[in-house]
């Protein structure tokens, strides 16, 4: 199993920027990729970004390219979303997700972190 805890969310105004960090535990070496996903009030959960955990591109939405990008900290079993200008629209709960390098779907989740941003 493996266990994802996020933190970093909170209430901020338009325009502002947060980080987002997402901690792995437990059998991380079984972790082939890594993705953020949001949900906002009334809406379905959606996605964000990816990265593959053994390193290339991430991979992100076109509603948030050139404005969040995803790091990874291996030796930390750490990813990261900074989120710089950012609207009303990104407002939700985002939720760290993980795949295992067994199979090809998000199998693991965190339970989740409130971003708030005001107009």
């Known amino acids: 199993q493996v266990q994802l805890v996020e933190s970093g969310g909170g209430l901020v105004q338009a325009g502002d920027s947060l980080r987002l960090s997402c901690a792995a535990s437990?059998?991380?070496?079984?972790?082939?990729?890594m993705g953020w996903f949001r949900q906002a009030p009334g809406k379905e959960r959606e996605f964000v970004g990816q990265?593959?955990?053994?390193?290339?591109?991430?991979e992100y939405v076109d509603a948030v390219k050139g404005r969040f990008t995803i790091g990874r900290e291996n030796a930390k079993n750490r990813m990261t979303l900074q989120m710089n200008s950012l609207e009303p629209e990104d407002t939700g709960v985002y939720y760290c997700?993980?795949?295992?390098?067994?199979?090809?779907?998000?199998?693991?989740w965190g339970q989740g972190t409130q971003v708030t941003v005001s107009s």
């Open positions: 997700a993980a795949q295992s390098i067994f199979r090809g779907e998000y199998a693991y």
């Open positions: 990265v593959r955990w053994s390193g290339g591109s991430p």
């Open positions: 437990g059998f991380t070496s079984r972790i082939g990729v």
